[in-house]
């Protein structure tokens, strides 16, 4: 059995739908499945997800960075580096589906059994693009907790305090709302044969876990950002009250001296 490669991208945010189609379908001559595209290369094949993942099966090196430059122009918020993971596959008719250390055995080399299971990576790769954006979020709040306790005071202002929760409300609505990873993907709609193999995938890559735990993580965040914005609503509102009360005295003084 031939071992080959499976190389999984992150591009960015999400696809120009807008020039897509021009460009991956026109001229690049992809294949639409809902919400993939299919891109036959030289030597392999790859699958572009609408949320700017790309999933690339038996592709070489040289060929795969060739199509991700090809693809720059529609890629939405690029990714600053492109993470990406690399796993391997093999066909064995005999023994079926199966996944172990990294490595995938398929019961045939069949498209549709490799959409299926690219649509876990995507998924997974997409969930790591928020992971590493919660990270950052979390890095950049750490001492608030500290500085609070120790100071008694917010280290941070109300636009910044603001900014960090807009942020932050803009990834949890991405992950519950706008890229799907909480569902089941439409493609298995048409072909639910092939729905176990990407639950068995996504079982592998812990897909259901991380996205809990990520969810919590986010939540905590914005329980503390909440927080810190109400205080500071708080005081603010007691400063201008204390505006309020100096004015009516220097009124008041005005008018008997």
């Not at 036959?40 to 795969?64: A, Q």
């Not at 398929?106 to 498209?111: G, K, Q």
């Not at 990270?135 to 960090?164: C, F, M, N, W, Y």
């Not at 993907?185 to 996504?202: A, G, K, M, N, V």
Request: charged share 20%.
């Amino acid at each position: 059995m031939t071992k080959r490669g499976i190389t999984v991208t992150v591009l960015g945010q999400d696809l120009d739908t807008k020039h897509i189609n021009e460009l991956v379908v026109e001229q690049l001559g992809a294949v639409r499945y809902r919400d993939a595209y299919g891109i036959k290369t030289l030597s392999g094949e790859s699958w572009l997800f609408d949320y700017g993942i790309l999933v690339s099966w038996g592709t070489p090196e040289d060929e795969r960075q060739q199509l991700l430059a090809q693809l720059e122009e529609i890629i939405s918020d690029g990714a600053v580096s492109i993470p990406m993971e690399q796993y391997a596959w093999v066909v064995d008719e005999a023994q079926g589906f199966a996944v172990a250390h990294d490595v995938l055995t398929l019961p045939s080399d069949d498209t549709h059994v490799k959409l299926a299971l690219s649509h876990a990576f995507a998924q997974s790769a997409k969930v790591m693009y928020f992971e590493d954006i919660a990270l950052k979020v979390i890095d950049s709040t750490a001492k608030i907790p500290h500085q609070l306790a120790a100071t008694g005071k917010i280290p941070l202002s109300r636009v910044e305090v603001s900014k960090t929760r807009g942020h932050l409300l803009t990834t949890i609505n991405d992950i519950n709302l706008h890229f799907g990873l909480l569902d089941t993907p439409e493609f298995f709609w048409d072909y639910p044969e092939l729905e176990s193999l990407y639950l068995r995938l996504s079982k592998y890559l812990d897909l259901q876990q991380r996205i809990e735990i990520l969810g919590k993580k986010l939540a905590t965040l914005q329980n503390m950002l909440d927080m810190l914005a109400e205080e500071q609503h708080h005081k603010h509102a007691a400063f201008l009250e204390w505006i309020i009360i100096i004015l009516i005295a220097v009124d008041i003084a005005i008018y008997f001296f």
